[in-house]
């Protein structure tokens, strides 16, 4: 039976494993982005790293049990084997032939020892045991990591760069009118005037959020712990929700663009596309920012084989990779980089300057509550977000008819 000191032993282990491969799993997935660790995952990667020290912590005392526990069963059994004669009875016997078999019953009649033991062993009817006969002595695995598809990636997010959120309220301030510059009429003629007018936009945050009330027998009786992998879904939830609305919102006040008309496109109809409108984008930037696309999965699909990453010498692109169709960075038309979110409506891309659009955030994180009544420990997870656009004219959509 298994000492119950090995099964914390294996228990203990068995975590530190998964909150590694845990860690190594978000890191992974920064270092395809290449990007470095945000908030929520370094909190994540915080708690794996304190409960693995804990866990570091409390097998130590139960080790130097077991290393004195293994070796005083060693010195009893190496004393035993002094006390006691080994059995030289056989304990199975399996015939090789029926011949075999035959030459025992021969050799037992004419009254071979050795013979007869071999008969009785094998004659002896044998109680068969199987795992069905025992359920309550095999454990229930639970092959880790949990599997969980969602996508936490906030490809527009990320590339516009969330900027803090101030105290109190918020807005923007904004050039509605320059000062003005012509050819002076005639010597001493009075030369041309206009004033500066500076308007502000205002900045509405709303607050995303969502909770969980978790027994603190499931956080107790759990392994993998639950508690993480509801903080770390909550806190998913929330990338996948800001992403949506950043891009709606990008998408809705966006300059229409071309359409690219029905059927397969062509590298230069889509090339074409983009470029008018980069122009577009220029106008109402002046230049200000850099240029990026957005594309859905479904687009990206369209357009992905019309580039292939082979020979691309005289291509509007190096070329895409299937292997890159996840959110985030997948290429580059006229080298423009492609980010690829789910945030967009399908046959929808969208051309636009970092400078025309920005989103600002105040991330509250994960909050805890303990219900002592309930034996409860309520978890939420939200925060501050708000995307703003600054100029219309620097976002272009670009569509796709069916």
């Not at 936490?152 to 109190?168: E, N």
């Not at 027994?215 to 879904?233: L, T, Y």
């Not at 292939?308 to 006229?334: H, K, M, R, Y």
């Not at 400078?355 to 978890?379: H, K, N, T, W």
């Amino acid at each position: 039976m298994p000492r119950k000191t090995d099964q914390m032993l294996a228990r203990y282990v068995g975590e530190i494993e998964e909150r590694q491969q845990f860690i190594d799993g978000m890191v992974e997935a920064a270092q395809e982005d290449g990007r470095d660790l945000n908030e929520q995952e370094l909190e994540l990667v915080t708690r794996a790293r304190d409960r693995i020290g804990e866990c570091n912590t409390m097998m130590q005392p139960l080790e130097e049990a077991r290393r004195i526990g293994a070796e005083s069963s060693e010195r009893i059994a190496s004393i035993a084997r002094f006390m006691q004669a080994e059995d030289s009875r056989p304990r199975e016997v399996e015939y090789r032939s029926a011949g075999a078999y035959v030459l025992d019953r021969w050799r037992a009649g004419l009254g071979h020892e050795e013979a007869s033991q071999r008969l009785d062993v094998f004659h002896r009817a044998a109680a068969h045991q199987t795992t069905t006969d025992n359920p309550g002595l095999l454990p229930e695995s639970i092959l880790g990591p949990v599997v969980n598809f969602i996508d936490a990636a906030r490809p527009v997010v990320s590339a516009l760069g969330p900027r803090q959120l101030a105290s109190g309220s918020w807005s923007r301030p904004k050039v509605t009118q320059h000062t003005n510059v012509a050819a002076q009429s005639a010597e001493k003629a009075e030369l041309v005037s206009q004033k500066m007018v500076i308007g502000k936009l205002p900045v509405t945050a709303v607050t995303y959020g969502g909770y969980v009330n978790v027994s603190r027998q499931d956080i107790d009786w759990s392994q993998p712990q639950v508690m993480d992998i509801v903080i770390g879904d909550l806190a998913a939830m929330y990338a996948s929700k800001t992403e949506d609305v950043a891009v709606d919102a990008f998408a809705a006040a966006a300059t229409a663009g071309t359409t690219i008309p029905t059927g397969t496109p062509t590298p230069e109809s889509v090339a074409g596309a983009i470029w008018a409108a980069a122009g577009t984008v220029y106008a109402g930037t002046k230049g200000q920012g850099r240029v990026i696309a957005a594309a859905p999965p479904q687009m990206l699909g369209l357009i992905g084989p019309l580039f292939a990453p082979i020979n691309p010498t005289d291509s509007q692109s190096q070329g895409f990779l299937a292997s890159n169709f996840g959110q985030g960075a997948a290429g580059a038309i006229a080298g423009i980089p492609v980010y690829v979110t789910v945030g967009l409506a399908d046959n929808t891309m969208l051309v636009l300057s970092t400078a025309a659009a920005e989103v600002y955030e105040d991330r509250i994180g994960s909050l805890q509550v303990v219900e002592p009544s309930v034996l409860g420990v309520q978890v939420a997870y939200a925060g501050y977000f708000a995307p703003l656009v600054i100029d219309a004219g620097g976002i272009v959509k670009i569509t796709k008819t069916p």
